[in-house]
């Protein structure tokens, strides 16, 4: 099974608000909607901040939301903080039964 | 709050066998519906999703490493357990231990990291 399909790198401006995708196929994102986003700080381990799609955890930020249409998510944050430049993942629950990644975008703040 | 702490070697030769544990604090692995995981992350690289256990030994596996991989859960001392047949340098990597919620669907809780080192 290979990798879910992320942008490299996604850059913006405090404030502004970016949108981070995510392609798969219908045996995966398009199948289910079991798509979750984490969060990943240099050194740290990841932090999970959507799943289910569109759902957030208790005490991740409201500014951070997720959709998909299709075979496609989508992670946007808005209101861009400084604290939020982070490597960003994807995942989605496959037909296999297993759980398959996104290669991961850098995100830069400017 | 739950808590998970990996445990293992950190250097192996090629060809041994990568063996890792997984502690559970701050709540049962018996107690609810929840999915036991290992995820990986080679150096500067991204995430990959190795496998998971149930508490009553149901396993999913990443089919790219299923021939090399068995993961077991021990309730009684509060750990799950992941063994990685025949290394090689590509499986250098940091191993993090995760609770996976939601049928098996996404990682809440997660370890802070192991890194194992394979080298000759």
């Known amino acids: 099974q290979s990798a879910l399909t992320q942008p490299a790198s996604v850059s913006g401006s405090p404030g502004q608000s970016i949108t981070i995708s995510c392609t798969g196929a219908?045996?995966?994102?398009?199948?289910?909607?079991?798509v979750s986003w984490y969060q990943q700080h240099p050194g740290k381990a990841p932090k999970l901040m959507i799943y289910?799609?569109?759902y957030r955890p208790s005490g991740v930020s409201n500014r951070f939301s997720g959709s998909k249409s299709g075979n496609t998510a989508s992670l946007t944050i808005s209101g861009l903080q400084a604290e939020d430049e982070a490597d960003y993942y994807c995942?989605?629950?496959?037909?296999?039964?297993?759980?398959?990644f996104g290669g991961g975008t850098k995100l830069a703040v400017l | 709050q739950l808590q998970l702490q990996e445990s293992g070697p950190g250097l192996l030769k090629p060809s041994e066998t990568l063996s890792l544990t997984c502690t559970v604090s701050?709540?049962?692995?018996?107690?609810?519906?929840?999915?036991w995981g290992w995820i990986r992350q080679p150096p500067g690289k991204g995430l990959e999703w190795i496998g998971s256990?149930?508490?009553?030994?149901?396993?999913y596996y990443n089919p790219s490493l299923k021939s090399r991989v068995t993961i077991s859960v021990d309730t009684s001392k509060n750990q799950f357990s992941l063994n990685l047949f025949s290394v090689t340098a590509a499986d250098t990597a940091v191993y993090y231990c995760?609770?996976?919620?939601?049928?098996?669907?996404?990682?809440?809780?997660w370890g802070q990291g192991s890194l194992v080192t394979v080298s000759s």
């Open positions: 995760a609770r996976i919620s939601g049928g098996n669907t996404y990682s809440d809780y």
């Open positions: 701050g709540g049962s692995i018996s107690s609810g519906n929840y999915y």
């Open positions: 256990i149930y508490k009553s030994g149901t396993t």
């Open positions: 219908s045996s995966d994102i398009g199948g289910y909607n079991f």
């Open positions: 289910g799609v569109t």
């Open positions: 995942s989605s629950y496959t037909s296999s039964s297993t759980v398959l």
